[in-house]
């Protein structure tokens, strides 16, 4: 059972940036084979996929509220996935999940990404953004 492990989460202020990392339980993951994704929740609320990279092309995707200012992105080489938040709101404030999928099926991340879509998921870290 592939195991994904975040980090990067931290309280910050309205403007500022912060990079969260995703690495694998197995050493030197295969990223090329999964279909990746970032998504956040909020107490209360659905997990919302904010970010997502295909895995045959490395197209990615993002929903409205983070585009332009966050960016996902995979090292191949240390099989880690990245997700670059600049510019952070309060409104982007949540726990932060990475997510793969070995893409059996349809490929996820299309149009919105959909947690149920998705087979394997860290532990979630916590970002906050307030003054």
């Known amino acids: 059972q592939l195991q994904l492990v975040e980090s990067g989460g931290a309280k910050v202020q309205p403007g500022e940036s912060l990079r969260l990392s995703c690495v694998s339980s197995?050493?030197?993951?295969?990223?090329?084979?999964?279909?990746l994704a970032w998504f956040r929740q909020v107490p209360g609320k659905e997990r919302e996929g904010v970010a997502c990279?295909?895995?045959?092309?490395?197209?990615?995707l993002y929903i409205d509220s983070v585009k332009g200012r966050f960016t996902i992105s995979r090292d191949k080489a240390t099989g880690t996935i990245y997700l670059d938040m600049n510019d952070l709101k309060p409104e982007d404030t949540g726990v932060y999940y990475c997510a793969a999928d070995p893409v059996k099926g349809p490929e996820p991340c299309y149009i919105r990404p959909s947690a149920e879509d998705y087979k394997f998921w860290g532990q979630g870290t916590q970002v906050t953004v307030s003054s």
């Open positions: 990279m295909r895995r045959a092309n490395y197209g990615t």
């Open positions: 197995e050493w030197n993951l295969n990223l090329d084979i999964y279909s």
